[in-house]
């Protein structure tokens, strides 16, 4: 067990919805990283929050959006989906902000969108 | 930007023998290499790091590194498999500055009895 709790750990929806994925960190992890892995594009790294604040984004998507929260759980907002959403969700969290500091995997949330 | 290779989406070796996995980067500023495992309907579990520190990486279940600049490589060895090795393996980079992970296709590694 990592530390890293995401719920849900399945969610079947469909194309136009929106959904919310939950990361709850560490204990004491003050950076949440989100990526995607999908058969097609593999594990892309999606955005990056540090104490509340954006940190880094990467191939993140308009109709995406996260935010991190006062006590540290983050949230990944997916909206107007596409069967190409249809993917494993992944959310990791490290002590510093420094990619060099082991980052810790949660079990990931699987997306299928019908 | 940097980037990474990892050479077979798919390995087999036989319980006892060498594993080797192998991963080649590219970076225009010294990187930071890593290694994850991923076992099925789990998350990535961190093999090993390499931080400019030693160039010979030991990490966790038996499994080193070695990153050698000069063939841009840092390919992943097990002296002797066990079935429990059995996973997908990703390699990854990054570079000071640039916060996140880029990872390779993954090796998916089957030990066979």
């Known amino acids: 067990d990592s530390g890293v709790t995401q719920t849900p750990k399945h969610l079947i929806t469909a194309t136009g919805q929106r959904v919310t994925l939950r990361c709850s960190p560490r204990?004491?992890?003050?950076?949440v990283y989100w990526y995607q892995q999908s058969l097609d594009q593999g594990l892309q790294f999606l955005i990056q929050?540090?104490?509340?604040?954006?940190?880094a984004k990467g191939n993140i998507l308009e109709r995406f959006s996260a935010q991190q929260f006062p006590d540290l759980h983050s949230e990944l907002n997916l909206s107007s989906l596409e069967l190409g959403d249809s993917a494993l969700y992944f959310c990791?969290?490290?002590?510093?902000?420094?990619?060099?500091?082991?980052?810790?995997f949660g079990q990931g949330t699987r997306l299928t969108v019908v | 930007a940097q980037s990474v290779t990892q050479l077979g989406s798919h390995v087999s070796v036989s319980e006892g023998a060498l594993v080797l996995l192998r991963c080649n980067y590219s970076?225009?500023?010294?990187?930071?290499l890593f290694w994850y495992v991923q076992y099925p309907n789990q998350g990535l579990q961190l093999l090993l790091k390499?931080?400019?520190?030693?160039?010979l990486v030991k990490g966790i279940n038996g499994f080193e590194a070695e990153f050698k600049k000069s063939e841009t490589s840092f390919h992943l060895t097990k002296p002797s498999a066990h079935m429990s090795d059995a996973a997908e393996y990703f390699c990854?980079?990054?570079?000071?500055?640039?916060?996140?992970?880029?990872f390779g296709t993954g090796t998916r590694l089957t030990i066979i009895p």
């Open positions: 390499y931080t400019s520190a030693a160039t």
């Open positions: 970076s225009s500023v010294p990187p930071y």
């Open positions: 204990s004491g992890d003050l950076s």
């Open positions: 990791a969290s490290s002590a510093s902000g420094r990619v060099s500091t082991e980052a810790f």
């Open positions: 929050y540090y104490n509340g604040e954006e940190r």
């Open positions: 990854a980079v990054s570079i000071f500055g640039n916060e996140q992970l880029t």
